[in-house]
């Protein structure tokens, strides 16, 4: 296996370049054109000839576009004979179409998973995909990431004594246990039924909100009724203070307004997995950055080291050998 090489589409060249300087190699250029029927033509300006390639690009708005931009980048690294090909795709946004939950729709989770891995996608590094099966729908080597120890490191600032994390339903729940150890803090979670995309019902909230600080917990946040309905819910059991994490701040149509509307909601985080305009963002909105924890995923798959390791319980201070993809030496950190 030779050098890295790393490329990016136009879902989110941001993060792209956060992820190179962390890793401290370039991020190689791509030109995508558009023909004059419409068509897209891309091109990776740079060499890819035995190198172990990672294509970066998040599945978000717009999905298709981006899709097929990913697509394209993974198929020319393969006639260009890219050694191993990784599509990095910080947000799935198809995970979400994981079950065939009415007649006649297409599990789209697993159909993009096909298109990927014939696309030349050898391996796929993705971080909080919405439900454990879509994992199961790549017929490819997963490396699954998850953002909880970002977000606790941001909340471990406050004093969490009395504190209850709330998932929104119990299709989440097993996250928010894990988020919940990692902060020594109760669990409670909303009884949620979904009618439509943006309709969703919940009748209770199970466990201890009660004057305590409550933390509601989500993968993603697209239209925020799921987030409306719940902050409805917990009004009525007067939690001492609430604020809102996820992973995935989608923040579609508005959500972020109205929910940094709510006078009782103190803070909303989410982490750079999307990219979040300066224009849409709200006074009470902080975003924390996933790069190092992608850089340092990505340095492990391409060393040939454990990507599972990364959620090792131990202490952060516990001793670990790390080398930059082009260093020749190695050096310990703690």
């Given amino acids: 296996m030779r050098e890295i090489a790393v490329f990016s589409g136009n879902a989110h060249p941001e993060l792209a370049a956060e992820i190179c300087a962390h890793l401290e190699v370039p991020l190689h250029p791509a030109s995508i054109e558009r023909f004059s029927n419409d068509c897209l033509e891309v091109q990776l300006q740079g060499n890819c000839r035995e190198r172990d390639v990672f ?106 004594s009395n504190t209850t994390v709330v998932s929104p339903d119990l299709g989440n729940a097993k996250e928010a246990v894990a988020f919940a150890r990692l902060l020594d803090a109760r669990v409670a979670a909303g009884a949620k039924q979904r009618f439509t995309d943006d309709s969703v ?36 059991l007067e939690p001492r203070s609430i604020r809102v994490a996820c992973t995935h701040g989608l923040f579609s149509h508005g959500a972020l307004d109205r929910i940094g509307a709510q006078d009782d909601v103190e803070e909303i985080v989410c982490t750079n997995t999307v990219p979040i305009p300066e224009a849409k963002r709200v006074p009470k909105l902080k975003v924390l950055s996933v790069a190092p924890a992608l850089a340092e995923a990505i340095r492990r798959i391409h060393d040939g080291e454990s990507v599972s390791a990364l959620f090792d319980p131990r202490p952060q201070a516990a001793r670990r050998t790390h080398r930059s993809p082009n260093a020749t030496e190695k050096t310990t950190v703690e």
């Fill in 55 to 160: 294509v970066i690009q998040p599945l978000v708005e717009p999905v298709q576009e981006n899709l097929v931009e990913l697509l394209f980048m993974m198929d020319a690294a393969r006639g260009a004979s890219a050694a191993r090909i990784t599509a990095v795709m910080p947000h799935y946004a198809y995970a979400r179409s994981d079950k065939k939950d009415a007649p006649r729709i297409s599990i789209g989770g697993r159909l993009v998973a096909d298109l990927l891995a014939t696309a030349g996608a050898s391996r796929v590094l993705a971080m909080a995909l919405h439900s454990p099966q879509v994992h199961g729908f790549f017929s490819v080597p997963v490396d699954h990431l998850h953002a909880l120890r970002e977000l606790a490191a941001h909340f471990r600032r406050y004093d969490l």
């Fill in 201 to 236: 019902s919940i009748s209770s909230v199970i466990g201890d909100v009660t004057g305590r600080d409550v933390i509601v917990l989500d993968d993603e946040i697209a239209k925020g009724s799921t987030v409306i309905e719940l902050l409805a819910r917990l009004r009525e």
